[in-house]
């Protein structure tokens, strides 16, 4: 649903209205802590506004803007948020650059909330929400075209750089004129400080402060996804991320003391829920959409052709990363790439004007109810990155008998998807005066079926084909005939 310019100063006095009167034990000067930040003030007294979709005023101060006028940040213009993703939803050509200014202004709220909170209170200081505000802004400053492309190589075992890493590179560089200088004079806090936010979980932060503030953008609830699941939903076309009342899962945040990290109150419990629920139809509907998936696997494969081939060096490569935009990155490894290479062949298909994404013969998950789909399943998924490719291999040569012709060594892959993204984090509910809390996947069948669900159902290995060649494959022997025998030489 659309949203007013002036939501977030709505939102802000409803988080009042909602939490009339400190917590328990809460503190009694969070107003004055608040009023010394002037990047926590009401919006017109913040200086001129950005406009963000959908219909969002972000108002800047002077040193927020001069972060987000440093070429660190300007370079995110040019990193696409999703990738690929644009050739299956047109829409979806926005940037790290607009959704990072979106989590900043999602932390303002969430750090609002937060000064209510007893936990939060007593530990934060001046110092504490500029860190966690800056952290918010730049949390994606490392990020470079196709990162998540490259960091499922790293999970592979490939050696990629992290994005997190990077941006750590980044804020602690003491070159001259680099945006961690910047936090020095004009923020006066620790860039190393702002670096560990933003690269480290709460349970590995030096202190309760930073602990509570890195969950702000690592938890199943957090500033990050909040923006993420809404701009993406809006840029796709598509409802599922924004199905949750932001409003109420505002006003409901609390730390939990068995953690310092986010939870709600019982009255935040459906909100919570509701958000949890619409990431995963993000990736089950969205993220994971089959076609979307052809393009990633296309654009992995070419990246760790290219990074074994022609980049060995991990510094050349993340200067490489770095410097490019989406396209250019694409262009610069057709370029290094002969036409004959793995590379070369699957960026032909889409780049240049074209769009030729390779098509789907198989999908493997546990929903299948037949014995030889769950093995089918349960091995490729337990291969390491070279068992992948001799499975590859040899669905190939299959592939070629069924299409009449030899299949390029690039023209079969087989796509699992990257892991940890179905993990559904726990999240606290307290109850009360925030004396008893429970685990919201312990009270809620709905996180309990999320976190079972991805990984029965969202959670597909799926083989995909150049497509002349699968075409031609389902012209002479179908699209169950093609699938059963992909599947024999998977078994074999």
């Given at each position: ?42 919006p ?15 108002a800047?101060?002077r ?9 660190d940040?300007q ?32 932390a ?23 860190a ?18 490259l ?41 190393g ?102 393009a ?11 990074r074994t ?17 989406d ?71 299959v ?14 892959i ?7 993204k ?44 150049e ?15 093609v ?6 030489a998977?078994?074999?």
């Amino acid at each position: 649903m659309p949203r007013g310019g002036g939501e977030a100063d709505f939102a802000d006095a409803r988080m009042g209205n909602d939490m009339a009167g400190d917590p328990p034990g809460g503190p009694s000067n969070a107003g004055g802590l608040a009023a010394s930040v002037p990047e926590l003030a009401p919006p017109f007294s913040r200086g001129a506004p950005v406009r963000i979709p959908e219909l969002r005023n972000v108002a800047l101060t002077r040193r927020v803007l001069g972060l987000i006028d440093h070429p660190d940040f300007q370079r995110l213009r040019r990193v696409k948020q999703l990738g690929p993703t644009h050739l299956v939803y047109p829409g979806a050509v926005h940037t790290r650059f607009e959704h990072s200014i979106g989590v900043f202004e999602n932390a303002r709220s969430y750090i609002l909330a937060l000064l209510k909170d007893r936990e939060f209170a007593p530990a934060a200081e001046e110092g504490s929400l500029l860190a966690g505000l800056a952290a918010a802004l730049l949390h994606d400053v490392g990020h470079y075209p196709f990162a998540h492309s490259l960091e499922a190589l790293h999970h592979k075992g490939l050696a990629a750089p992290k994005h997190e890493d990077l941006a750590a590179d980044i804020l602690t560089g003491k070159g001259a004129g680099g945006i961690g200088l910047l936090l020095e004079k004009e923020w006066r806090i620790d860039p190393g400080r702002v670096a560990a936010i933003i690269s480290k979980p709460p349970q590995a932060q030096d202190n309760p402060a930073d602990a509570m503030l890195s969950s702000m953008l690592h938890s199943p609830i957090d500033a990050d996804k909040m923006d993420y699941l809404d701009r993406d939903s809006i840029h796709m076309g598509v409802p599922y991320g924004r199905n949750y009342d932001r409003d109420r899962l505002l006003a409901s945040l609390r730390i939990s003391p068995r953690n310092r990290t986010l939870a709600v109150t019982d009255k935040g419990k459906i909100s919570a829920e509701i958000f949890i629920f619409c990431r995963y139809t993000m990736f089950s509907e969205a993220y994971w959409h089959h076609t979307v998936r052809s393009a990633s696997a296309m654009a992995e494969r070419a990246l760790e052709d290219f990074r074994t081939r022609a980049m060995p060096d991990g510094k050349d490569l993340a200067r490489l990363l770095l410097s490019s935009s989406d396209e250019d990155l694409l262009a610069e490894i057709a370029r290094r790439s002969p036409a004959s290479s793995s590379a070369g062949r699957i960026l032909a298909h889409f780049t240049s004007g074209r769009r030729s994404l390779f098509k789907r013969v198989l999908s493997l998950s546990l929903v299948h109810t037949e014995a030889e789909y769950r093995a089918a399943y349960e091995k490729v998924y337990a291969l390491d990155r070279g068992g992948v490719h001799k499975l590859e291999d040899a669905v190939r040569e299959v592939v070629s008998m069924l299409a009449g012709f030899r299949l390029h060594a690039a023209d079969v892959i087989v796509d699992t998807p990257p892991p940890g993204k179905d993990r559904v984090e726990e999240v606290d509910v307290l109850f009360g005066d925030g004396g008893d809390f429970s685990p919201l996947s312990g009270i809620s069948k709905i996180v309990e079926g999320v976190g079972a669900d991805f990984v029965k159902v969202v959670k597909k290995i799926r083989v995909f084909v150049e497509p002349e060649a699968a075409a031609a494959a389902i012209s002479a022997h179908g699209k169950r005939g093609v699938a059963e025998k992909v599947l024999r030489a998977i078994l074999a």
